[in-house]
């Protein structure tokens, strides 16, 4: 592709095209969990503000993915899954790109603070510093473990909803961090493995390209059995009733089962079931979360 070609592309990019690089599926379950963070904390905040929290969250979770696709431009022309994101296929530039994002990033930490704490509003800081900087620009290029360690930036939107609700970081509030910390590495697993190609001509380090798939698997399952008891933590805390604690041990034994199949597979299939499965299992791990708090909030 011309620089003439490039240009001109780039002179007709869209807000759909900068939208894109807000990464939006990822970043709806990133809100989700974060709102879940709030809806459950102890104590009351105002409609208005937890809406300005939610809205600050979205937005630092997709400033994060955009200053993302702006680093990893080279990698993502490489990858099949990542070709057609707006830097490599030439929709939007990357210069505008970064400046998109840390806008972004400044004015959510910004409004957090001003609007709702500063707690909230540091642990949205450092949410976003830890995704770009350790994540993104150290440890995703150099060490299989990227996403173990990397994947803490993830982890912290229940937190931060938790904090903008009681003005403080407290063991419940570190537990839903846990949460999503373990979740994340046989969510994330499971995609390498059906993409290790991908990773592989990228020069990305994933387990499955450094270490092989047996090994990933034999770490995938590790993840997802230690998964169980934290994902119990919130009954044993208090912060959650048996229904919760029901369907997070149902929703656990299932995943568990999941890692079980990939364990014993020949082919990508179950892989690629455990990988969708995993979105789900977040998903409805929070909504029972949320829906038990709602219920008993109006049960008399």
């Not at 104590?43 to 200053?67: E, F, K, Q, R, Y």
């Not at 991908?198 to 399952?221: S, W």
């Not at 048996?242 to 369907?247: D, E, R, T």
Request: hydrophobic share 60%.
């Amino acid at each position: 592709m011309t620089d003439l070609t490039v240009q001109q592309r780039v002179s007709g990019a869209t807000a759909g095209d900068f939208i894109e690089l807000l990464k939006p599926r990822v970043m709806s379950l990133v809100v989700f969990t974060g709102w879940a963070g709030l809806m459950v904390a102890p104590g009351d905040i105002h409609p208005v503000l937890a809406a300005v929290a939610v809205l600050c969250i979205a937005v630092g979770a997709g400033a994060s993915g955009a200053i993302n696709m702006w680093y990893d431009r080279d990698i993502d022309a490489v990858m099949a899954r990542t070709a057609r994101r707006p830097i490599p296929s030439g929709r939007v530039d990357a210069d505008d790109a970064l400046a998109f994002g840390v806008v972004l990033a400044c004015a959510s930490v910004l409004v957090m603070g001003l609007a709702v704490n500063w707690v909230a509003a540091a642990l949205l800081a450092l949410a976003t510093l830890f995704y770009v900087f350790v994540y993104t620009m150290w440890l995703k290029r150099r060490t299989p473990q990227n996403i173990v360690i990397g994947g803490a930036a993830g982890a912290f939107p229940p937190m931060i909803g938790w904090a903008a609700v009681t003005g403080g970081v407290d063991v419940a509030g570190i537990l839903l961090f846990l949460l999503i910390f373990l979740w994340t590495p046989p969510h994330f697993w499971a995609l390498a493995l059906f993409r290790s190609g991908d990773y592989a001509r990228a020069g990305v380090p994933m387990l499955p390209v450094v270490e092989g798939p047996e090994t990933t698997r034999r770490q995938m399952l590790l993840y997802t059995l230690l998964l169980l008891p934290v994902a119990a933590g919130p009954w044993f805390l208090g912060i959650a009733g048996p229904v919760y604690l029901a369907g997070a041990l149902v929703l656990g034994g299932l995943f568990v089962a999941s890692a079980v199949r990939v364990l014993r597979a020949t082919d990508d299939k179950p892989a690629k079931q455990m990988f969708g499965f995993s979105i789900l299992y977040l998903f409805l791990l929070f909504a029972l979360l949320v829906g038990e708090r709602i219920i008993a909030g109006v049960t008399p």
